[in-house]
């Protein structure tokens, strides 16, 4: 099958199946939502989500915690992976964007890069869900997915590399939804460690028949 055509076909079925899809992150604005990704680093929405509720009473905009103490924030956020690393780094980026940005999170990636814990993922994920952007963040599942099911090459060995090569062959504007798509399908279906096949739609012509799989 040629690339384009699986592209098309699962593309096709997401679009059918899941036409509104979004992130599972809770927030109550783009700040919230920074927020959020940031403390979703190697942790699970799940675990995120239940945390951030106090914290984003205690703290609600980027003014409120640029004043708080790391000590402060990291007492709301203790129980996720990296807590002293990621309230340092919420401290530090509130005051950029209270000093430099009138407490707005800016939508360009180079500014989205300057704030402390942000890196190409979590600036593409602003991009894609808090500004429609036509981006496409590479997390793990993302990067799984991908080349579990043939959309990239294994020449692409980086997120950076996955994220151009998704972005060339989705169709303009859909890349937002894209990486939601595949995101939901490697963290309910195609499973890192026990992938369920016998649920997945596009077992019929997964790459995993090929010889060497190694799934």
Known sequence: MKRTELYNRIFSYFRKEQPIVDTELQFGS????????????????KRVNLVTPALFQ?????????????????????????????????????????????????SDMDSLLRLPGVGRKTANVMQAVAFRMNAMPVDTHVYRVSHRLGLVPSTCNTPYKVEQYLLKHTPEGEAADAH????????????????????????????????????
């Open 30 to 45: 783009v700040f919230q939502l920074l927020v959020a990704v940031v403390l979703s680093a190697q942790c699970t929405d």
């Open 58 to 106: 205690a703290f609600p905009d980027a003014k409120a915690m640029a004043a708080a103490d790391e000590t402060e924030v990291y007492e709301y956020i203790k129980s996720v992976s990296y807590p002293n690393a990621k309230a340092k780094h919420l401290v530090e980026l509130s005051k950029i964007l209270a000093t430099d940005y009138g407490g707005e999170v800016p």
């Open 180 to 215: 939601h798509w595949l995101l939901l399908h490697g963290r309910y279906i195609c499973k890192s460690q026990r992938p369920l096949c016998t649920k997945c739609p596009f077992t019929t012509f997964c790459p995993k028949k090929l010889e060497g799989s190694k799934l």
